[in-house]
Structures are given as structure tokens and as C-alpha cells.
């Protein structure tokens, strides 16, 4: 019997290839709101970062989240997404 495959994704930050559930996930919903989904299960275009807000203003700066979420982001918004990634960096 094969070892199960672990998932990988690449992190917008530091652009690492990271196993999946190290990782945070930003979601842009088919309603167009864009938020951090830690059960990384909703339904969305998703984007990974990794815990570290180095990355996240790493990404945020060289404007790779709007591109990967293939949409604008308002500064209200990322704001707000910046306090979700130090919360869950906490956990």
C-alpha cells in the first residue's frame, strides 16, 4: 500500500510549497465577499499564506491576493484580514 499524499499549496507570501492544512486560506465567496476560511472546506476561490503576517504583507504588497482572488480588495477588507491572520496566529 502507497503513503497517503498530503496536499500541498503554495503560500503567496514566501512562495513555498507548504502541506495544506499549515496553512491559512482566503476566500473570495461566489458573493463576492472575501474572508479567512480555517476549516479550508468553503466553497470559493482560495488563496494560502502561512501563518507568519510576514507573508500576508509580503503578498498584500506586491498585490499577489487580489491577483490570485482575481478581484480588487478595499483597504476595510484587509484590515480586517490582517486582524484574522495575528488572531489565528495565536492559535
Known amino acids: 500500500?502507497?503513503?497517503?499524499?498530503?496536499?500541498?499549496?503554495?503560500?503567496?507570501?514566501?512562495?513555498?510549497?507548504?502541506?495544506?492544512?499549515?496553512?491559512?486560506?482566503?476566500v473570495r465567496a461566489p458573493d463576492g465577499?472575501?474572508?479567512?476560511?480555517?476549516?479550508?472546506?468553503?466553497?470559493?476561490?482560495?488563496?494560502?499564506?502561512?501563518?507568519?503576517?510576514?507573508?500576508?504583507?509580503?503578498?498584500l504588497k506586491e498585490d499577489r491576493l487580489s491577483k490570485a482572488l482575481d478581484c480588487s480588495i478595499d483597504k476595510d477588507t484587509i484590515e480586517r484580514l490582517k486582524e484574522e491572520v495575528i488572531e489565528s496566529e495565536a492559535l
Request: hydrophobic content about 30%; proline content about 8%; charged content about 35%.
Open 1 to 26: 500500500m502507497s503513503p497517503k499524499k498530503i496536499p500541498q499549496r503554495m503560500c503567496l507570501g514566501c512562495k513555498q510549497m507548504k502541506p495544506k492544512k499549515e496553512l491559512i486560506r482566503v
Open 33 to 59: 465577499s472575501i474572508f479567512i476560511d480555517l476549516t479550508g472546506k468553503k466553497s470559493g476561490r482560495g488563496a494560502y499564506f502561512c501563518r507568519d503576517p510576514k507573508c500576508f504583507d509580503k503578498a
